[in-house]
């Protein structure tokens, strides 16, 4: 599995099995040289209307679970690997989080 085939929208997993959707590529040329990462179940949380959540008549919190759980289950369906993150730093490739204090990287393509 090479780490320089990374994609914006792939999975790193850490250690303690939490997921975090790649939101985007460092790349000097051709070389990727670093990841920004943002936790997966934060990304969901910004990729649906509230009135879609009201209509599913359960808890946020459950709502935005099975959405994330569907996000894995295609991510594995299209064959795409899911990283390490120490696999990407051996592979030196640095990895950053998304400051949830600052306005998302993808802000412009959210609802």
Do not use: C
Request: proline content about 4%.
């Amino acid at each position: 599995m090479s780490m320089q085939n990374i994609e914006q929208s792939d999975l790193v997993r850490d250690e303690y099995g939490n997921y975090y959707k790649v939101v985007g590529l460092h790349k000097d040329e051709d070389t990727l040289n670093a990841i920004e990462i943002s936790n997966l179940y934060f990304e969901t949380s910004f990729q649906y209307a509230a009135s879609q959540i009201a209509d599913a008549q359960k808890p946020v919190g459950v709502f935005l679970q099975e959405q994330l759980n569907e996000f894995v289950a295609d991510v594995e369906k299209r064959e795409r690997p899911v990283y390490g993150i120490k696999d990407l730093m051996v592979n030196k490739i640095e990895v950053y989080a998304v400051d949830i204090t600052q306005p998302h990287p993808k802000r412009e393509e959210t609802v």
